[in-house]
């Protein structure tokens, strides 16, 4: 399998390569040259244990990774899980959930970054190589991608989030961390400018191979690999219980990369009917599915932090393909979107993907109504996945929703909605008395390559 470039500069790399590379060099995202088609596996592949169907799936996109090591890296991935199943699939009222949240930092962001954490350590033991990883979070990629590269060899990790706009929960994940190869940035500013910033040190060319960056935010391919696993998983289980010929599922989203990963499962023969794409009050998607305009607009917080974006990294993942693969017709369009703030790509409606908006109201009514009607708890942003979700049901194609967090993250949340001190882990309650360390930085790239290259030299 190779990849190439979305914006297609450069030669095709083999997965290694795109793993250790992470942003393509001409600031493109890498995809596979082709997607596999498996609709003449998918009656063996319904009944493996979740680990055993993740290797099958991820196989055949990393093949130049030996099998029997590929197979150990996966293992060892889930093994920490706290659900014999890793993703399991609840039926609760109308719905089915996919529970995501059963990793060490509970959410479904550990589900590709334990993968990737063990990914990049087989790699750069392979040779010899050291990593600096720069990361931006809206508050959950963080923590999953600290405890995924925590105290390992050849790897430091530099992520940003930004300051006052992470759930107390999600900034104490980071924060609590002291291994020496983990460094917390508090960004003063918003997501979009941590992200901005990733992208900024990784277009500078130079910066980037003395500093040796590497990348764990869904623009690094092998983020969204992961992610497509539990579609399948999902529908397997879905379609076991209910005898549905397809399944439609519902995906609170902010940054794109976890319903392109649902996308590409729908491209390589999985029988989805449709992908319910949901986001809240930070609506940038939501329009252009609705719209055909892609245009930014002003970050509003809200209580599903992770969504609060504006500029989604995976979107030019999907317009790429949208655009039968033609980079020329891709970079004019980005572009454009960098010079007016605006895209209008012109091009048909994608019937497998439809978008609704939640906004806070709705958000803590589905919370409450859930928890009075079913006894079951939603996380916010779950929340937004499930009440968009259930605008598009069908009687005879089950509704399966991503469950992306545990509900404990967002106390606050809960509260509000249910009046109750309800969303508690022990995990999370033990965050409490540990102690911090973080930096507060300004949302300037300049400030972050310095930190980055003298913590690097051993003098920051």
């Avoid at 967002?410 to 109750?420: M, P």
Wanted: glycine share 8%; charged share 20%; with cysteine.
């Amino acid at each position: 399998m190779r990849y190439i470039s979305t914006r297609g500069g450069g030669e095709p790399l083999t997965f290694r390569q795109t793993l250790l590379t992470g942003l393509a060099r001409d600031g493109g995202l890498f995809l596979p040259e082709t997607f596999p088609d498996v609709r003449d596996r998918l009656n063996a592949w319904r009944t493996l244990p979740y680990p055993e169907l993740a290797f099958q799936i991820i196989r055949l996109f990393a093949d130049d990774i030996p099998e029997d090591a590929l197979r150990r890296i996966v293992e060892q991935s889930y093994a920490g899980f706290r659900h014999h199943e890793v993703c399991p699939v609840v039926p609760v009222g109308p719905v089915r959930m996919l529970e995501l949240f059963h990793g060490p930092t509970l959410a479904f962001k550990d589900v590709a970054l334990q993968f990737l954490g063990n990914l990049f350590e087989y790699a750069l033991a392979e040779t010899g190589a050291e990593m600096n990883i720069v990361a931006a979070t809206s508050g959950d990629t963080g923590s999953a991608a600290i405890y995924g590269v925590r105290g390992r060899e050849r790897i430091r990790i530099f992520v940003m989030h930004p300051a006052g706009r992470v759930s107390p929960v999600q900034e104490r994940q980071m924060t609590t961390v002291l291994d020496a190869n983990v460094h917390n940035l508090a960004v003063e500013g918003t997501f979009d400018d941590c992200q901005n910033m990733v992208k900024s040190l990784f277009g500078d060319l130079a910066f980037r191979d003395t500093f040796r960056l590497g990348a764990v935010n869904s623009i690094n391919w092998a983020r969204v690999l992961a992610q497509i696993v539990y579609y399948f998983y999902a529908a397997f289980r879905t379609q076991e219980a209910t005898g549905a010929a397809a399944v439609r599922f519902s995906v609170p989203t902010g940054n794109f990369g976890d319903i392109f990963a649902g996308y590409v499962a729908y491209r390589m023969g999985l029988p989805v009917d449709q992908l319910v794409l949901a986001t809240n009050e930070n609506d940038i998607l939501a329009r252009y599915f609705n719209t055909g305009v892609y245009s930014l607009g002003e970050v509003a917080p809200t209580l599903s932090p992770s969504m609060d974006i504006q500029v989604a990294s995976n979107f030019e993942r999907y317009l790429y393909c949208l655009a039968g693969g033609d980079a020329a017709m891709l970079r004019g369009w980005m572009g454009a979107f960098k010079a007016e703030g605006t895209l209008r790509p012109d091009l048909p409606p994608d019937p497998v993907i439809v978008a609704g908006r939640g906004d806070t109201e709705m958000t803590l009514t589905t919370i409450r109504a859930f928890w009075e009607t079913h006894g079951y708890l939603l996380d916010p942003h779950t929340a937004v996945g499930v009440a968009v979700g259930m605008r598009f049901m069908h009687p005879e194609i089950p509704l399966i929703c991503l469950a992306t967090a545990h509900p404990a993250k967002f106390g606050d949340a809960i509260l509000r909605a249910t009046g109750q001190d309800l969303a508690h882990h022990p995990i999370l309650d033990a965050l409490a008395t540990l102690p911090t360390r973080v930096r507060t930085v300004p949302a300037d790239v300049d400030a972050v390559a310095k930190i980055v290259a003298a913590t690097v030299r051993g003098d920051g």
